[in-house]
């Protein structure tokens, strides 16, 4: 007999996973509170990097159900989402998302409402890549440094060098200008 199993998620302590829960409940599926698996972690966090969850997975078996409110309670981003449910599905478990209508995301319909979903979602990272890109070549176009600002003057790089060729070590010269030692060494290789 299939077991149902919930997983909730929530991003910080002073939020309660009672309302995922209840729409659980509400939505026809009875899960023993053995069953229930609850959390607070942050999303961005890659599922099976979230304790609970890991061990989620360890007690599921094959024809085992696992319920949740919202793809994002199964991982960080669309990628993620999908590699946690293809490897429940080799698994034999279901997963239902309540959100998508309580949909079997390892079912012929649910795959495909999963590639569309990253589909969707490897494209706005594509569009996100291509405006940034875009906003840095016009930045440069118009002037504008990019990159972290440097920490030392002009004049104090060109002491550092001429230090730096008298022999001066790395350490000395950081204590020196009150900088880290990466700070002398990016001066050098800007130099190069």
Do not use: W
Request: aromatic letters at 4%.
């Amino acid at each position: 007999m299939a077991r149902t199993f919930a997983y909730c998620r929530v991003s910080t302590a002073d939020q309660t996973n009672d309302n995922q829960l209840r729409e659980i409940e509400a939505a026809g599926f009875t899960v023993d509170h053995k069953r229930s698996i609850t959390e607070t972690v942050s999303g961005s966090t890659a599922a099976m990097q979230r304790p609970g969850f890991a061990r989620l997975v360890d007690r599921l078996e094959d024809g085992d159900v696992l319920v949740v409110t919202k793809l994002d309670r199964l991982g960080r981003n669309a990628m993620d989402v999908r590699s946690t449910v293809e490897r429940l599905a080799s698994d034999g478990v279901r997963v239902h998302c309540l959100a998508l209508g309580g949909i079997d995301l390892t079912s012929p319909a649910g795959k495909m409402t999963m590639g569309v979903i990253c589909a969707v979602a490897e494209f706005e990272r594509d569009l996100l890549i291509e405006r940034t890109q875009a906003g840095l070549s016009r930045a440069k176009a118009e002037g504008t440094a990019l990159g972290r600002p440097p920490v030392l003057t002009n004049e104090q790089q060109a002491e550092v060098l001429a230090k730096r060729a008298e022999g001066v070590s790395l350490g000395a010269l950081a204590k020196t200008y009150g900088v880290s030692r990466a700070a002398i060494q990016r001066v050098e290789k800007r130099a190069a």
